[in-house]
């Protein structure tokens, strides 16, 4: 059974840096693209990023020029390094693979 395992959360200032980690049981990043998700309270879950099985970015815009997808495939890992953080960007991020195949969730506060 596949699974996706999210860290690096935690509480940073605005302005700070955190690089979240999603890793799999088993090697599916190679030719999957995978997602990062992020829901905040109260609010529906939203797109961040996704990066392709050959390596193409996509960014939401509230993130473009802040946050980076990329991956290690030999590690089975897909990382999200943000920078400059806002309050806004508080929420519980989640990594998602396949259809419907998503981790736990770690959770990312900014304070102001």
């Known amino acids: 059974q596949v699974q996706l395992v999210e860290s690096g959360g935690g509480l940073v200032q605005a302005g700070g840096s955190l690089r979240l980690s999603c890793a799999a049981s088993v090697n599916i990043f190679r030719t999957n693209a995978i997602n990062w998700y992020r829901q905040a309270p109260g609010k529906q879950r939203e797109f961040v990023a996704i990066?392709?099985?050959?390596?193409?970015?996509t960014y939401a815009d509230s993130v473009k020029g802040r946050f980076t997808i990329s991956r290690d495939n030999a590690k089975n890992t897909v990382y999200l390094q943000m920078n400059s953080l806002k309050p806004e960007d508080t929420a519980i991020y989640y990594c998602?693979?396949?259809?419907?195949?998503w981790g736990q969730g770690t959770q990312v506060t900014v304070s102001s």
């Open positions: 990066i392709s099985s050959s390596g193409t970015t």
């Open positions: 998602k693979a396949l259809s419907s195949l």
